[in-house]
């Protein structure tokens, strides 16, 4: 039988999530430019919709998550309702490839290091540290019982900075039980705390905060700038 950390009430505003500000602004569409006319832009439109998975989960056709879940007509919905349709195909921590989460930090430092970590990982990859790219900090409140990994050894697996399987496992379970979500130490970020939310209904206030500039020349520590 998995053992179930214990529920935790939290009261939790101005919690920090980043994403690239290319998916936060308001813009015209990048199919514009490629349209000779309004019909043509009108089937591209089609053609991107077709494999947009946000779209595709509002429309009840994604198996991780069903259309009665996402949320509707609130301030930056769509934004909320992509983190839980475009799930990495690996999965994150506490999510598998079929459903995402909405992972924040408990401050803005905790969710820069998460970010400039992974980031980090992908240009030694490639062997290559020279980027610049800006991520918008998304601020969320959050008022509901989250179960709690915070000090509590027998869940030291499911932080392994090296392995998502155990905390994969441990998601599931809690999601098939109806949790919330998970309160947890960052792996990343020494005395930070994160958040994995399972619910959108539950993400409440989003709105736009500072938009920080990440800059990698040659050394594996970027330059970090509010613009």
């Given at each position: 039988m998995t053992l179930v950390p214990t529920l935790t009430p939290l009261r939790q505003y101005d919690t920090c999530r980043l994403i690239p500000s290319r998916f936060a602004d308001v813009e015209?569409?990048?199919?514009?430019?490629?349209?000779?006319?309004?019909?043509?832009?009108?089937?591209?439109?089609?053609l991107d919709n077709a494999t947009?998975?946000?779209?595709?989960?509002?429309?009840?056709?994604?198996?991780?998550?069903g259309m009665d879940e996402l949320v509707f007509g609130l301030p930056n919905f769509r934004i909320i309702?992509?983190?839980?349709?475009?799930?990495?195909?690996?999965?994150?921590?506490f999510n598998d490839g079929e459903r995402g989460a909405w992972?924040?930090?408990?401050?803005?430092?905790?969710?820069?290091?998460?970010?400039?970590?992974?980031?980090?990982?992908?240009?030694?990859?490639?062997?290559?540290?020279?980027?610049s790219t800006s991520y918008q900090c998304l601020l969320a409140d959050f008022s509901a019982s989250f179960h709690d990994l915070r000090g509590i050894d027998a869940?030291?697996?499911?932080?392994?900075?090296?392995?998502?399987?155990?905390?994969?496992?441990?998601?599931?379970?809690?999601?098939?039980?109806g949790s919330m979500g998970l309160i947890y130490p960052s792996v990343r970020h020494a005395g930070g705390t994160c958040l994995a939310c399972f619910r959108p209904a539950l993400v409440g206030n989003v709105r736009k905060a500072q938009t920080y500039r990440l800059t990698w020349a040659g050394s594996p520590h970027p330059a970090v700038e509010i613009l």
């Open positions: 015209d569409s990048v199919l514009a430019p490629l349209a000779e006319d309004d019909a043509m832009l009108r089937d591209l439109f089609d947009n998975e946000r779209l595709r989960g509002e429309s009840g056709l994604l198996p991780g998550i309702n992509a983190a839980f349709t475009y799930a990495r195909p690996e999965g994150s921590r992972y924040c930090g408990f401050s803005a430092e905790t969710s820069l290091a998460e970010v400039i970590f992974h980031k980090t990982v992908e240009y030694s990859e490639i062997d290559r540290f020279d980027d869940y030291r697996d499911c932080l392994d900075p090296r392995s998502y399987v155990a905390s994969q496992a441990l998601a599931a379970d809690l999601l098939e039980a």
